[in-house]
């Protein structure tokens, strides 16, 4: 019978899996994972979508403007309650003012904290303008809270809020 020398069996299985090592499956293409709805996106897409006739901009405190400059650098980087907290301390030294409110109810949605949002944006909008971007985002902030609810009637009711924060300029020819 022939046989082969223990030695030279060993070193072809061995040149097998060096071979099988440099053949590799592609790796597959990892898609990122996406949330069905950004409803935080929506919000402030209502407010850039407003083109109204109307547009408040406050004057700025410059410690409440660092605060808030600050709390949206923390957003960006996903640090939320960090970003709460600095807006907070914002709204300590102007408790008052509907922007402020208005970025302390889209970070506690980024929290998952949708009554604190909710109530906030009514807020906001009660001591705001009540037209131009910022009483769309208000709204829009209730159309996703009641959406959130399954509150459907308050969902329509919502959404009417959004369309009358809109006001038209005069023509001009």
Request: proline share 8%; with cysteine; glycine share 10%.
């Given at each position: 019978m022939f046989s082969v020398p223990r030695w030279r069996s060993g070193s072809t299985v061995l040149a097998a899996l060096l071979l099988a090592?440099?053949?590799?499956?592609?790796?597959?293409?990892?898609?990122?994972?996406?949330?069905?709805?950004?409803?935080?996106?929506?919000?402030?897409?209502?407010?850039?979508?407003?083109?109204?006739?109307?547009?408040v901009a406050p004057l700025r405190d410059p410690g409440v403007t660092a605060w808030q400059d600050a709390a949206r650098?923390?957003?960006?980087?996903?640090?939320y309650t960090d970003a709460a907290a600095k807006l907070d301390q914002a709204l300590k030294l102007n408790p008052d003012s509907p922007d402020l409110l208005q970025d302390r109810a889209e970070v506690a949605?980024?929290?998952?904290?949708?009554?604190?949002?909710?109530?906030l944006a009514r807020r906001s909008w009660s001591l705001g303008p009540q037209l131009?971007?910022?009483c769309a985002r208000n709204w829009q902030t209730i159309v996703e809270m009641r959406l959130q609810?399954?509150?459907?009637?308050?969902?329509?009711?919502?959404?009417?809020?959004?369309?009358?924060?809109?006001?038209?300029?005069?023509?001009r020819y």
């Open positions: 090592g440099c053949f590799s499956v592609p790796p597959q293409e990892e898609k990122p994972v996406v949330p069905a709805h950004d409803m935080v996106a929506a919000i402030r897409a209502a407010g850039a979508r407003e083109q109204s006739i109307i547009d650098a923390d957003e960006r980087a996903g640090r949605i980024r929290l998952h904290d949708y009554a604190a949002a909710e109530r131009g971007p910022l609810a399954g509150d459907q009637a308050g969902v329509a009711t919502a959404r009417t809020g959004v369309r009358d924060c809109h006001k038209e300029g005069v023509p």
